[in-house]
T-cell receptor, first 115, second 112 residues
């Protein structure tokens, strides 16, 4: 079964305490990305990766880091979380083998609260 | 970069009536336009998409139309049902390395 998984699903933390949200996919997709969703602002892209060891900034990258050491995993790292990073985070993946955009699949989401 | 505007932000319709959600985009190079449905507490799920070489696409009760000249595309839901209540997002992309740029969403409410 095609799957995109995220962990943890819910997280409450305090300002400045480093955290990592993991994302894993079993579809052998080259393209992976992270979005944050905030009320009234829709989904905004944080970072994306076209393949292993290839990452690039999206629209709202400040305060986040990512890595892509393996094709299936794309963790999101908050080195020093702040309250304005309280949000709902989605990982998404798609195939990048064709010229046109392919269907993008979302993970189940991670709800983060930074106190 | 791409900018996607979506209207209305909230839409309330009677069960059985039609609903139309409209989006405009700014980048004439965009060639892929998906629509996602997000139920409360769930992930966005693709419901229909259209590519720039097609003007209209239908799938049962939902359809999407695209006007490349005017740079706008719309989602049409006919014979609405209670399970259509959700937030709907439009998006646009140039394809390739570009990700999707999303509209801010429309909360569709189906009144019984």
């Amino acid at each position: 079964e095609a799957q995109v998984t995220q962990n943890p699903r819910y997280l409450i933390t305090v300002t400045g305490k480093k955290l990592t949200v993991t994302c894993s996919q079993n579809m052998n997709h080259e393209y992976m990305s992270w979005y944050r969703q905030d009320p009234g602002l829709g989904l905004r892209q944080i970072y994306y990766s076209m393949n292993v060891e290839v990452t690039d900034k999206g629209d709202v990258p400040e305060g986040y880091k990512v890595s892509r050491k393996e094709k299936r995993n794309f963790p999101l790292i908050l080195e020093s979380p702040s309250p304005n990073q309280t949000s709902l985070y989605f990982c998404a993946t798609r195939s990048a083998k064709v010229v046109y955009q392919e269907t993008q699949y979302f993970g189940p989401g991670t709800r983060l609260l930074v106190l | 970069g791409e900018n996607v505007e979506q209207h209305p932000s909230t839409l309330s319709v009677q069960e059985g009536d039609s609903a139309v959600i409209k989006c405009t985009y700014s980048d004439s190079a965009s060639n892929y336009f998906p629509w996602y449905k997000q139920e409360l507490g769930k992930r966005p799920q693709l419901i229909i998409d259209i590519r720039s070489n097609v003007g209209e696409k239908k799938d049962q009760r939902i359809a999407v139309t695209l006007n490349k000249t005017a740079k706008h595309f719309s989602l049409h839901i006919t014979e609405t049902q209670p399970e259509d209540s959700a937030v709907y997002f439009c998006a646009a992309s140039e394809g390739g390395a570009d990700g999707l740029t999303f509209g801010k969403g429309t909360h569709l409410i189906i009144q019984p």
